[in-house]
């Protein structure tokens, strides 16, 4: 069986240190939402449109 690569991924912030790090405040609404729960996080879109594109592909590096 092959090794599966990890790709932790880049946050611009720096790192989550504690659990309280993951939670914030919706900009509209104000409610308590947890950044890390997409659908929660889509909740709180509050009707603006969301733009999906394609983005470029990934280096071939990571795709075997």
Same mark, same amino acid.
């Not at 997409?38 to 594109?53: F, K, N, S």
């Given at each position: 069986?092959?090794?599966?690569?990890?790709?932790? =991924?880049? &946050?611009?912030?720096?790192?989550?240190?504690?659990?309280?790090?993951?939670? $914030?405040?919706?900009?509209?609404? =104000?409610?308590?939402? &947890?950044?890390? &729960?997409?659908?929660?996080?889509?909740?709180?879109?509050?009707?603006?449109?969301?733009?999906? $594109?394609? =983005?470029?592909?990934?280096?071939?590096?990571?795709?075997?």
């Amino acid at each position: 069986m092959t090794e599966m690569p990890h790709h932790p =991924g880049f &946050d611009p912030d720096g790192t989550a240190e504690t659990e309280a790090d993951y939670f $914030g405040n919706c900009t509209i609404c =104000g409610a308590f939402i &947890d950044t890390r &729960d997409l659908a929660e996080v889509l909740a709180h879109v509050h009707d603006a449109e969301i733009e999906i $594109g394609e =983005g470029l592909e990934p280096p071939r590096s990571m795709l075997t």
